[in-house]
Structure formats: structure tokens, C-alpha cells
């Protein structure tokens, strides 16, 4: 098939900007042929484009020949472009259509396509992400992106009204961040050298300058665990706060949800009934329960764990129904947080550390940090990590690091709940696990 050029077409309006009020004006809409409907004296065509749908409707005895073999030669998916009339109309339930003067075929789809667009024929997820960029065009994948662009910008309004600034710090890194095997390595130059797990240093590093520094960004660990909310590569959202502890930064967390919650289900009402979810929006302030009090809620329902033990899935999820709403756990036993979470004054066994849970799923984890040099050697000592290799995170206590405070979560995870998916790889445009590397 000859394809049409562009040439001096650009688009007048989105589908979702036409309607019964623009009757007999002229428009060009640019986009993707969604379905396509003969009924023999009339042809419809629905055309997609980023913002929603509109009828492309060809009366095959009035239009012109060119228009009708042109409507003839295209297949679901063709790039294409209209140039047409607005018809307000009462056979439809938008109240118009679009009758064509001119259209463009500007790329042709192959067919069969790898996916069924019209999701009459369902389609596996592994299916569904070796054709990401196609999968992507449905209406409910697209929705979970507008709502991801959503959470983001109230994330960036809502912590910058706090005094935050936004920091990137480096994915190429020498020292493991928090210890363990987790890392993914790589040859740097003459040097072995690791992808960041997070920026955790860093951000408390820059307490020192800036007081307050939050991050968007993605980090990288080598997840053995192959399950529906782990990933290799993933988007973490950080901060820290100076002169703050737990309960601090406790309260910033339950606001910065509040706020996104709210934000969605005003600002993104479309997308909610495309996808079938519904958000309830959160009561403030968060319910807190010890760790000790959680063990004691399981060991209730029969699910016994030894204290300073982490608290399995299956645990989890009987936790989700006693608790079917966000919550913190806190007070974890130490030997249960990384080095640079700090102790409880009166008891150091227990951490200064929390976790946010929304019903069964951990969402965010923080809390207070170590801010003494001989400290956290102490502790990296204790959880077998050479201080040594850590000397430029050490040398920031002797340059005044003040008292801090701070938490992570990731953004997929907050995003399988603001969407009702239950894997985490619908929410993420190209996921890296174990098994996939690809697309």
C-alpha cells in the first residue's frame, strides 16, 4: 500500500474536544483506526487518538470515490488521518460524527496483529508485554498512565509546598547501599562497580546542604523472588528530612497519601470508571500498631511467628482483612532494619524504624537515622560490612550531618493500588524481572 504524506495537515482538535456544539465545522483529527463497521449503504469508522474516540461515519453513495476506496483499504490499527464536517446527530449517543472529505493513511498495521484490539479474544499478560507498545493503546492502560502522571505531579506539588527539592543522585555506584546480594554489578573502566539499590546515603548526605531533598527515580536489584509485586528495575520515590524523626516523617507520609488519593479521585474520574476501581479516600491520622501488637493480632488468628522474625506473605494477607485500609507497623526489631536505621533510646532492640501498609501490601518503609559516626560503624560492623567501604558516607558526620529522618516507597506498588491491578507488571511500561529482559 501507497502511503499518504503528512504534508501540511496537523491536527485542529482531539476527539475529546468535538462535539454536538461544533456542528458543521471543519476539523482534522489525527490517530488510529479502532474498529471498523460496514452496513453496505453506510461505512463507520471509530478513530482513536490520545484523548478518547470519535465516529468517522462514510456514506458510501455521497462521498466521494477516493474517500470509499480509501475507507475500504483500512484494517484496525492504520495510522490515519481526517479531514472532515462535524454532523450533529441524534443517531449516536454522542450527539455527532465526523463525515470525511479527506483522509490519509500514514501507516499501515501488519495484520494479524499480535493482540486482539477490539479484547474480544483475551490475551495472556506474557502476550500482552512482547507487544507492549500495543497493549499500551488500550483504553485501561492508558487510563493507568494518566493516573501515574497524576500521582506524580501531586507528589512534586505537595512536597515542594513542604520545603522539599528534588535530587538525583547516581545509579552507578561502588558501595552496596544496604548490604546484601541484591546488587546487579558491572564493569566500570578498570573497576568493578554496582547499579544503585537506592539512594539512600545520598539523600541523608544532602540533609547536610539542603535539609529537606526528595527523588523520583529508578534503582536496580537482583530479585531472585519471581512474585505478582516484585521487580528488577523499579521507580522509588524518596526523601529525607533534617531535624525530624519516625513520627515526623510518619505524618508527611499519611499526608502525601491523603493528597494523592484525593487528587485521583477528583482528577481522574475517567480514567477510575475505565478501569472499574474505586478509591476510598483515607482517614487521617493512619492507624499505628506495634510490631509486637501485629504478632500478637496473628498469633490470635493461628499464624504464629517468632519475635524478630519478618512477617511472611500469608501473614500479610491476614493482615489485609483485619486491617483493610492504610496502617503503620512500627517498633521492628533492629536486627530485622539496615544499619542505618537508629534504636529506640529506652530499648536497643527495638528500631526506630515503620513500615506503610495498604491492607496486606507494604507500600513504604522508613524511620529514624542513625546520625552518630560511631554508631552506624558500629552497626555496619555488626551486619558484616567493612566500614572501610563506606568512608565517604562516614566522612558526612564530620561535617556536621544534622539529626534526620526519611522513608521510600515505590511507585508501582502505590500504583497497583490506586489502579485494582493485582500484578505489578501492568503497571509498569516495560518490566525487568528475572525471566524478561525484553521488550
Known sequence: MK?????????????????????????????????????????????????????????????????????????????????????????????????????????AAHHPLPL???????????????????????????????????????????LSDQGFIEIYTPRIIATATEGGAALFSLDYFDREAHLAQSPQLYKEELTLCFERVFEVGPFFRAEESHTRRHLSEFISIDIEQAFATQEDVMTLLEQCMYNICTSINKDCETELVILKHQIDPPTLPFKRFTYDAILNELNQKGVSIPWGEDIPTQAYRTLGELHPYFYFITDWPLKSKPFYIESKENNPEVSQGFDLMWKWMELASGGTRVHSKEQVTKRLEEQGLPPESFKHHLQAFDYGLPPHAGWATGLERLLMMLTGKHNIREVVLFPRDRARLTP
Not at 482513536?48 to 475500504?72: C, F, H, M, S, Y
Not at 479474544?121 to 493507568?144: G, K, M
Open 116 to 158: 486482539d484490539m477490539t479484547r474480544k479474544t483475551p490475551a495472556s499478560l506474557d502476550t500482552r508485554l512482547n507487544a507492549r507498545v500495543l497493549d499500551l493503546c488500550q483504553d485501561e492502560n492508558r487510563a493507568i498512565w494518566k493516573i501515574q502522571h497524576e500521582v506524580l505531579s501531586t507528589l512534586r506539588r505537595f
Open 3 to 107: 502511503l499518504d504524506s503528512l504534508g501540511e495537515w496537523r491536527r485542529t482538535l482531539y476527539t475529546s474536544d468535538i462535539g454536538p456544539a461544533l456542528d458543521g465545522k471543519e476539523v482534522i483529527i489525527l490517530g488510529w483506526v479502532r474498529e471498523i463497521r460496514d452496513l453496505g449503504a453506510i461505512k463507520f469508522l471509530i478513530l482513536r487518538d490520545r484523548q478518547g474516540t470519535v465516529q468517522i461515519t462514510i456514506p458510501t453513495k455521497k462521498v466521494k470515490k477516493e474517500i470509499l476506496d480509501k475507507a475500504n483499504s483500512l484494517q484496525i490499527q492504520y495510522c490515519i488521518g481526517v479531514k472532515g464536517v462535524v454532523k450533529k446527530t441524534t443517531m449516536t449517543q454522542r450527539g455527532f460524527e465526523v463525515v470525511p472529505n479527506e483522509i490519509r493513511v500514514l501507516s
